[in-house]
């Protein structure tokens, strides 16, 4: 089943500020569109509003044509996956636990199949977390906890994936790792919109690069594109210089 996700003219505000004004864009099947700009850009927001956790002060957010103010939540769970910025670090749950919840929308109440059990052990093993399974998610480190939550979403088995900023407390390997399991995810015919501050790992797993600026998408561009022309890094720092390393990848640096 292909995916199509439709963010039309989206509006948020607070306290009188407009933090995202009119935020219209796709993502399809097979994409990686990552979410990028400054602190307080409005990225977690627009993350939160997809996943249904806001309601935005205009505009619509469309899951394959149907609006996702109006669906019904069971079965927007079964179609989309949110690990949000921040989780609590003391989830009173055992690690294979929580990642078991990641299949609630697909089990007969609460009632676990086998296939259940068999998607929690695959997507524990998939992360590196299978090890710690019986073990208390706040005696976790926070790369440790950050695997498990990335097997909860997994287990759940989306077509669209909400992640916001997915390599948070991981190790450099491990940060490769999460974002290549995200391209795996894609290639199987999933959509992924992912928030993250690390312009080289967007530039690597990324096929689109979306920056938010005062409000606005301010760039659009796919990834192979933002290689070549290294305009859009004025919206992160004057200090930035875009290069290419000796096998040919595109690189940002800074001074």
């Known amino acids: 089943m292909s995916v199509r996700l439709q963010i039309e003219d989206v509006t948020w505000q607070v306290g009188g500020r407009m933090v995202l004004a009119g ?42 044509e149907r609006s996702i103010a109006t669906s019904d939540p069971r079965a927007r769970a079964r179609l989309v996956a949110h690990l949000p910025q921040a989780v ?34 695959r997507a524990m093993r998939r992360t ?28 759940q088995a989306p077509k669209l994936l ?6 948070t407390h991981l190790d450099i390997d491990q940060q490769l790792h999460c974002f ?17 501050h690390d312009l080289n790992l967007a530039l690597t797993y990324g096929t689109r690069l979306i920056v938010l600026a005062e409000g606005r998408v301010a760039v659009d561009l796919p990834a192979e594109a933002a290689a070549h022309r290294p305009d859009w890094l004025a919206h992160f720092s004057p200090r930035l210089t875009l290069s290419t390393t000796p096998s040919g ?3 940002v640096s800074y001074s």
């Open 180 to 196: 290549s399991l995200l391209r795996e995810e894609c290639d199987r015919g999933a959509a992924c919109l992912v928030v993250t």
């Open 128 to 155: 590196g977390c299978w090890d710690f399974r019986d073990r208390l998610v706040q005696t976790l480190s926070g790369g440790e906890r950050q695997r498990v939550l990335l097997a909860a979403c997994l287990a």
């Open 249 to 251: 990848r595109p690189w």
């Open 162 to 167: 909400l992640f916001d900023e997915p390599s």
């Open 23 to 64: 935020i219209s864009f796709e993502v399809r099947e097979g994409e990686i569109a990552v979410l990028m700009g400054l602190n307080g850009a409005g990225k977690s927001t627009l993350l939160d509003i997809v996943a249904g956790l806001r309601q935005p002060a205009g505009g619509d957010v469309r899951l394959d």
């Open 88 to 121: 609590r670090p003391d989830l009173p749950f055992i690690a294979g636990e929580l990642v078991l919840m990641g299949r609630y929308p697909h089990t007969d109440r609460w009632f676990e199949s086998q296939q259940d059990r068999n998607a929690v052990e």
